[in-house]
C-alpha cells in the first residue's frame, strides 16, 4: 500500500519556490547588471503592484493577454493563476536570458515567450494566430527608450487592442502615463506606494463607443 505524506509534499512544493525565486532574483539581478537602462530596476516589482494593477482586468472578456518586459515573470505567474483556462499569455522580450528561463520555468499550454520588441506586437500577435489583445500590460523603461520607439510602442499597442481593451503601465516616472494619456481615449491613474521605488500606474482604455465613432468618420 503507498501513503502519502503531506507535510513531506507541501515541503517539496515550498522548496521548489524558494529555488525559483532565488534563481529569478539571480537572473533578474545579473540581467540589469548587464543592461541597467533596459531592465532599470535592481529588483522586481512587489505583490501590491501586481494586484493593483490587475485588479482592473475583467478576466472573462480576456482571450489573449499581452505583456511586455516580463523579465523573470513576475507578473507572468499571477497573470496565469488569473486567465482564463482557454485563454492565452504572450510575454514579450528583447533579453535571450530571460526569455530562456521563462521558457524553462514556466509549463504552461496557454503560454508563450517571445524574443522580440513590444515595438513588432502587430506581428507578433498575428504571427501567433490572433487578430487582437484584450489587453496589454507593460514593464517597459519607457523613460530610458528614444521618443519616437516610446511612441511607436504606445500607437502599436492601441491598434492592436480590441474595442474596450487596455494598455496598463507601472513605471517609476510618470513617462508610460505620459504616453498613454496623449494616445489612448481615456486613462486611469494610480500610485503604488509599496514598491521599490513607489511606482506610476495607468490603464489607458480603448473606449468601444470612440472606436465606433472613428470607424464611422
Ligand atoms: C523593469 S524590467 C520589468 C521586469 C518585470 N516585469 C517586473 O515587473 O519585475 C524591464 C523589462 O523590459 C525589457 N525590455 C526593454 N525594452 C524592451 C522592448 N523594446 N521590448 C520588450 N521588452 C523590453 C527588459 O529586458 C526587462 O526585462
Known amino acids: 500500500m503507498t501513503t502519502t505524506n503531506p507535510s513531506a509534499s507541501t515541503g517539496r512544493i515550498a522548496r521548489s519556490g524558494l529555488l525559483r525565486f532565488v534563481r529569478s532574483a539571480a537572473i533578474f539581478f545579473r540581467g540589469f547588471v548587464e543592461n541597467p537602462a533596459m531592465v532599470a530596476s535592481v529588483v522586481p516589482s512587489s505583490q501590491a503592484t501586481i494586484d493593483a494593477m490587475l485588479a482592473k482586468v475583467d478576466w472573462s472578456r ?13 507578473f507572468t505567474t499571477r497573470i496565469l493563476d488569473l486567465l482564463p483556462p482557454d ?34 506586437v502587430e506581428s507578433i500577435v498575428h ?12 514593464g517597459l ?9 516610446a511612441e511607436g510602442i504606445v500607437a502599436a499597442t492601441y491598434a492592436v487592442l480590441r ?5 496598463m503601465t507601472y513605471q517609476f516616472l510618470p513617462t508610460a502615463r505620459d504616453l498613454t494619456e496623449a494616445r489612448f481615449d481615456r486613462t486611469d491613474r ?22 465606433v465613432r472613428e470607424a464611422a468618420e
Open 62 to 74: 480576456c482571450r489573449l493577454f499581452v505583456e511586455y518586459g516580463p523579465g523573470v515573470g513576475t
Open 87 to 120: 485563454s492565452r499569455l504572450l510575454a514579450i522580450d528583447t533579453n535571450p536570458r530571460f526569455i530562456e528561463f521563462l521558457g524553462k520555468t514556466i509549463d504552461d499550454p496557454r503560454f508563450e515567450a517571445v524574443l522580440g520588441s513590444a515595438a513588432d
Open 127 to 138: 504571427a501567433a494566430g490572433h487578430a487582437y489583445a484584450d489587453y496589454v500590460i507593460s
Open 141 to 149: 523603461p519607457f523613460t530610458a527608450l528614444p521618443k519616437d520607439v
Open 163 to 167: 474595442d474596450g481593451g487596455a494598455f
Open 190 to 211: 494610480g500610485l503604488a506606494l509599496l514598491n521599490v521605488p513607489p511606482c506610476v500606474l495607468a490603464w489607458g482604455w480603448k473606449d468601444e463607443a470612440v472606436a
